[in-house]
């Protein structure tokens, strides 16, 4: 039986304006703009901006900093790793070891989320680190099933898993909180996804309709993000969305301004050259929020690791195609969240900065777009690839 926090709301007039005086704001404007917040990194980062690690961890000359992730600058004034672990399907005691040598390689960042069903296992390698928790970023999500409000208890359904989440990951705040999906969870399969994606499957034609929660409306989305600003800042640093397609991330931000809630400071969503995400990355460079790209090397799906093009840049530049992938996400100014349960390929990932693709190694990428307009999804689930689903 879920609990409920009785914590008590916390202001919500606590936008960038309310919390900051106005030198604060102007120099964190003129910080991000310096350093190419909108992110149109392109010419940037192969000349070695300040989104590049820093001049004394120059990469070119010193392969062990190559482990080190460089960081960008959220609207929140916080900084984030450019390169975090993702850990999607990783479980059980491989969760653990994965994110473990994860943390040895030098990746400063986390990517989970309660739907993975991992939390406690990367909250343990976390612990069994030694890694400072103020030199990590940890980020985690709430799964769309946990929307809006308990009608029974009348508390927001989000309280209990943001409290679950924490203790899981046996941290006392988030430095990101994302919502995982703009729509509903569905009572297609089952048993449900938190199971894991080996589950056996049996679908239920009778579900085929229902949502959960099964209360579930449009004006739940946006009510649920009010619901997750209230921990912020107690408990969470920031807040994020994830698969939101450019209208629902438009209303979002329009219900933010509405309502004096903090805008969200990143946007995850699945971005590689055969969907590169460029309307959605529009919006995120206008309002300052740093784009996450998923799936950048195909998310063990789709054949990108596999695509002539990728390759021969691949065997001219002497790197992996996997990292032509990566560099390529860095080259369009998003930041990334490679997965890998192998130690070489986590090394692998994470050196991504001492070469550059060219102008036309990126017009041959470019190449590669196979998404439909306004598709917002490929390796993941098809119904949200139509943003007008929900
Ligand atoms: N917000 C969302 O809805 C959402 C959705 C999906 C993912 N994500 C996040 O984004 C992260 C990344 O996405 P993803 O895990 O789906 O896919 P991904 O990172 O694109 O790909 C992971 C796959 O690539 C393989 N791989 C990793 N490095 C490689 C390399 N250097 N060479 C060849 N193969 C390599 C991995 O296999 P091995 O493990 O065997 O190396 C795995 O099969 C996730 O882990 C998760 O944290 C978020």
Redo the contacts with the bound molecule.
């Keep these: 039986m879920e609990t409920f926090d009785e914590k008590p709301m916390v202001d919500l007039k606590r936008g960038i304006g309310d919390t900051k005086s106005a030198r604060k704001k102007q120099k964190l404007e003129e910080e991000m703009k310096k350093e190419g917040c909108e992110l149109e990194l392109d010419e940037k980062v192969a000349a070695g901006c300040k989104t590049e690690p820093e001049p004394s961890e120059n990469v070119l000359s010193n392969s062990k900093v190559e482990k080190v992730s460089p960081t960008l600058l959220l609207h929140t004034g916080a900084r984030i790793p450019t390169v975090q672990f993702?850990?999607?399907?990783l479980k059980g005691v491989e969760s653990f070891e994965a994110t473990l040598s994860a943390l040895q390689q030098g990746y400063k960042g986390i990517?989970?989320?309660t739907c993975y069903d991992n939390e406690k296992q990367v909250g343990e390698a976390i612990a069994a680190s030694g890694v400072r928790r103020e030199d990590l970023f940890v980020q985690t999500?709430l799964w769309r099933s946990y929307s809006g409000i308990d009608p029974k208890t009348k508390k927001p359904r989000c309280d209990t898993w943001l409290r679950k989440s924490l203790k899981l990951l046996g941290i006392g705040k988030l430095d990101l909180w994302?919502m995982?999906?703009p729509g509903p969870g569905r009572h297609l399969n089952y048993p449900p996804v938190k199971m894991g994606m080996e589950r056996p499957k049996q679908v239920k034609p009778e579900n085929a309709t229902r949502m959960a929660p099964l209360d579930w409306t449009p004006a739940m989305r946006l009510e649920t993000y009010g619901l997750m600003a209230k921990h912020v800042p107690e408990s969470v640093s920031a807040l994020g969305v994830?698969?939101f397609s450019p209208r629902q991330l438009k209303e979002l931000l329009a219900y933010c301004t509405e309502n004096n809630l903090p805008r969200p400071a990143v946007v995850?969503n699945?971005c590689h050259p055969y969907l590169p995400a460029r309307e959605v990355r529009a919006i995120c460079r206008e309002n300052r929020i740093v784009f996450q790209a998923?799936?950048?090397?195909?998310?063990?799906m789709l054949p990108l690791?596999q695509e002539p093009t990728v390759t021969s840049i691949a065997t001219r530049l002497a790197v992996?195609?996997?990292q032509v992938l990566l560099r390529w996400g860095l080259q369009q100014g998003v930041a990334l969240?490679?997965?890998?349960?192998?130690t070489e390929?986590q090394q692998?990932?994470l050196k991504v900065w001492h070469f550059s693709l060219s102008t036309e190694d990126l017009a041959l990428m470019d190449k590669l777009d196979k998404s439909e307009e306004n598709q917002n999804t490929m390796?993941?689930w098809l119904r949200e690839h139509d943003p007008d689903f929900y």
């Design positions: 993702g850990t999607y399907k990517d989970t989320a999500k994302l995982h999906w994830c698969n995850q699945e998923y799936a950048s090397l195909g998310a063990g690791l992996s195609p996997g969240l490679p997965k890998s349960c192998k390929r692998e990932n390796a993941g």
